[in-house]
Nanobody, 115 residues
Framework: QVQLVESGGGLVQPGGSLRLSCAASGSILRFNAMGWYRQVPGKQRELVAAITSGGSTNYADSVKGRFTISRDNAKNTVYLQMNSLKPEDTAVYYC?????????WGQGTQVTVSS
């Protein structure tokens, strides 16, 4: 079992930046991949970015060049640096840890991009 706690969300103006953090209760090296997803009301949760235990990353086309996912294995934490934010990035952002058939989610953190 693992607990994932997200932080760093909030209200930001278009063009601004935020950094989300996901702190895990225990080593994140036991998971094949860690990821960030987002969801808006009435829509399915979508993958934003993911990073494997080996450090490989992948991003949704909509965030490529603007968002960066990273991990600090010593701190058991995964980050999502979000730059050049747009109103359409507004969503609840969730952290995910998965390995094999196991998948765990955090409680989510709200990101609102608005002037």
């Amino acid at each position: 079992q693992v607990q994932l706690v997200e932080s760093g969300g909030g209200l930001v103006q278009p063009g601004g930046s935020l950094r989300l953090s996901c702190a895990a209760s225990g080593s994140i090296l036991r998971f094949n991949a860690m990821g960030w997803y987002r969801q808006v009301p009435g829509k399915q949760r979508e993958l934003v970015a993911a990073i494997t235990s080996g450090g490989s990353t992948n991003y949704a086309d909509s965030v490529k060049g603007r968002f960066t996912i990273s991990r600090d294995n010593a701190k058991n934490t995964v980050y999502l640096q979000m730059n050049s934010l747009k109103p359409e990035d507004t969503a609840v952002y969730y952290c995910n840890a998965r390995t094999g058939s196991f998948s765990a989610w955090g409680q989510g953190t709200q990101v609102t991009v608005s002037s």
